[in-house]
C-alpha cells in the first residue's frame, strides 16, 4: 500500500521522533531529564510547524536509553542459557563515551614502552577495549497501518558507529548491488518488509580529497619517525653466510592410539653446521591428556606450544653438498591409574625448509615382541619394548657405516600426531639479493647450500622458456601449412 511506502534521509546523529516518543514526551509530567524536557520542546515546536514528516522511520541517538540499553544487553551467543563471562561483564560495566583522558607525554611513553612486572589492575583494566564510541541507531515501526507507537513492532533497521579513531561501522552494510533487506514478522499474516540503505553523503570534491591525502601521508610519515625514535634501529643482524631460525610450534593433538591418558616426550637434534642458543631448551614433555571419540578415532587435543632457536652456519664445505636440516624426534606414552606407562609410538619430523605455517601429521609406530607373553605383560603390568637410542627412527646418532639394515626388527603401525609449525627465517642473504625474491628458492639457495637443486631449477626453467616459444611459433602459422605438413608426415 502507498501508505507503508517511506524514504528518508538521515543525518549524523540526526533525531528522527517515532509516534511512542512523540505520544510519551507531549505530556511534560513524563519528562524526567534534562534530555526528556528538550524532546517534550521540540515535539511542541514540530506540532506547531505541521508535524513530524517521517511515519515509520525513526531514529535513536546516542544519548538516547535504547542505546545504552542496548549495549547492555548483548550477548556473545545465540544461546538463552549464555552465562556472561568475565570480559563480557567487564565490558559491559565500560561506558564507551567520549571520556577524559588524560594527555600522555612524550616522556612517560619513551620510558614505558612495555610493562615489565604489570599488577593485576593493570592487566584487568589493559583486557577491556575503552576507545570511545558514539552510536546511532536508525528504527523502523513495522506496526499494523493505523495502529503506529507500539513498542513491540520496532525493529534496527541500521546501526552506525563511529569510535574515537575515526572508524565508522555501518552494520548491515549499504544495499549496493545485493538487493533489498528483508525482515519477516511473526504473527497471524506473515508479513514481509524489505528496505534499502544507500550513501546519500555529497561525494567529496577531488581538490579536498587530494589535500586530506597529503595530510594523511604527513601524519602517518610522522607518526613513522616518532615510533622510530622509540623504538631505535640496533637489531642483531646475522653474520653473512649464517641463517636464524624460529620455530614456534605446537603439538596440536595426537589420534589413533591404543591406550587412554597420553602424553608426549620430544627433542630436538642439530645437526653438523646447526647450534643454539645457551638458554634455549631442546626436548620438553606435554601435559597428561585424556582422549574423546572423534568419529572413529581416539582423540587427545594437546595444544603444547613450544617454542626453537636455532642457527645454520656455512662451513668450508662444498657448494654441492646438501646441508642436513634439525630433526624433531618425539615418542607418545601412555599412563594409566595403577601408575602403568606404556609406549604407544616413535615418530621424527623434520623442520620445514621453507618459511610460513605448516600443518603436518606424522604416522608412529612401536617395537612389538611375538607371542602372548609380551601383549599380556603390556596389558597387565605395564611395560613394552622400548628404543635404547631414540634416533633409531631414522639414522641413528652413532651410525657411521654406509648402509644400514633393519632386517629382522619387527614394528607395529600405530596412531599419528599433529603439529602446526610456524617457521621464520633471518639472512642477510635475503638483503643481498632482494631480486631475486621472485625465484622459487629457499634461503639456504641464497647461502650457497642447494647448488644441485638449484641447477636442476635453472635446466627446468629454461625448457619451460624454450617450450612456450615453440608453442607461439606454431600458433602463429598458418592452419593449411600445418596440416599440410602433417598430413606429409
Not at 508479513?191 to 550513501?199: G, P, Q, R, S, V
Not at 561525494?203 to 589535500?211: D, L
Not at 608426549?264 to 634455549?280: A, C, I
Not at 624433531?328 to 602403568?340: G, I, K, N, T
Amino acid at each position: 500500500r502507498p501508505p507503508d511506502e517511506e524514504e528518508a534521509e538521515v543525518g549524523w546523529q540526526e533525531k528522527l521522533f517515532s509516534q511512542f516518543e512523540v505520544d510519551l514526551y507531549q505530556n511534560e509530567s513524563a519528562c524526567q531529564t534534562p534530555l526528556d524536557q528538550q524532546y517534550h520542546e521540540e515535539i511542541l515546536k514540530l506540532e506547531k510547524a505541521g508535524g513530524r514528516k517521517n511515519c515509520r522511520i525513526f531514529t535513536y541517538t546516542d544519548h538516547d536509553r535504547f542505546t545504552n540499553i542496548e549495549e547492555h544487553c548483548q550477548k556473545v551467543t545465540d544461546s538463552h542459557h549464555e552465562v556472561p563471562s568475565y570480559l563480557a561483564e567487564r565490558m559491559v560495566n565500560v561506558r564507551r563515551r567520549r571520556q577524559d583522558r588524560r594527555p600522555i607525554e612524550a616522556s612517560s611513553l619513551k620510558s614505558k614502552i612495555i610493562t615489565w612486572e604489570p599488577s593485576e589492575e593493570f592487566m584487568k583494566n589493559n583486557h577491556v577495549i575503552n576507545t570511545p564510541v558514539q552510536t546511532m541507531y536508525i528504527m523502523g515501526d513495522l506496526g499494523p497501518y493505523g495502529k503506529l507507537g507500539l513498542r513491540e513492532y520496532e525493529h534496527v533497521l541500521c546501526t552506525i558507529k563511529v569510535d574515537g579513531n575515526g572508524v565508522i561501522t555501518v552494520k548491515p552494510d549499504f544495499t549496493g548491488t545485493k538487493g533489498a533487506y528483508h525482515i519477516k514478522l511473526d504473527g497471524e499474516k506473515q508479513e514481509e518488509w524489505k528496505y534499502t540503505i544507500e550513501n546519500a553523503s555529497v561525494q567529496v570534491q577531488p581538490e579536498e580529497e587530494e589535500r586530506e591525502q597529503c595530510v594523511f601521508r604527513d601524519l602517518y610519515g610522522r607518526h613513522k619517525e616518532y615510533l622510530s625514535g622509540l623504538v631505535g634501529s640496533e637489531f642483531e643482524m646475522t653474520l653473512p653466510g649464517t641463517l636464524r631460525l624460529f620455530v614456534n610450534g605446537e603439538i596440536v593433538s595426537a589420534q589413533g592410539y591404543e591406550y587412554d591418558n597420553l602424553y608426549v616426550h620430544f627433542f630436538l637434534e642439530l645437526p653438523n653446521q646447526w647450534s643454539s642458543p645457551v638458554f634455549q631448551q631442546l626436548s620438553g614433555v606435554t601435559q597428561i591428556c585424556a582422549t574423546k571419540t572423534v568419529g572413529w578415532d581416539n582423540m587427545a587435543y594437546f595444544c603444547y606450544p613450544f617454542t626453537l632457536e636455532m642457527f645454520f652456519t656455512q662451513g668450508g664445505e662444498s657448494e654441492d653438498s646438501l646441508p642436513q636440516w634439525p630433526v624433531l624426534y618425539f615418542e607418545v606414552l601412555s599412563l594409566d591409574f595403577w601408575q602403568r606407562y606404556r609406549v604407544e609410538g616413535y615418530g621424527s619430523l623434520v623442520l620445514p625448509a621453507s618459511p610460513g605455517l605448516h600443518m603436518l601429521t606424522i604416522p608412529t609406530w612401536r617395537p612389538v615382541e611375538l607371542g602372548t607373553v609380551a601383549e599380556l605383560r603390556r596389558f597387565f603390568i605395564g611395560g613394552s619394548p622400548e628404543l635404547e637410542d631414540i634416533t633409531y627412527v631414522r639414522i641413528p646418532s652413532t651410525f657411521k657405516g654406509e648402509r644400514l639394515s633393519r632386517f629382522g626388527f619387527r614394528t607395529e603401525t600405530t596412531g599419528s600426531v599433529t603439529f602446526r609449525l610456524h617457521c621464520l627465517q633471518q639472512s642477510k642473504a635475503f638483503l643481498e639479493t632482494s631480486a631475486l625474491r621472485q625465484r622459487m628458492q629457499s634461503v639456504l639457495d641464497r647461502l650457497g647450500g642447494f647448488g644441485q637443486q638449484s641447477s636442476v631449477y635453472n635446466v627446468l626453467e629454461a625448457f619451460q622458456r624454450a617450450r612456450r616459444r615453440m608453442q607461439e611459433a606454431r600458433e602463429s602459422l598458418p592452419q593449411d601449412l600445418i596440416s599440410t605438413s602433417a598430413s606429409t608426415v
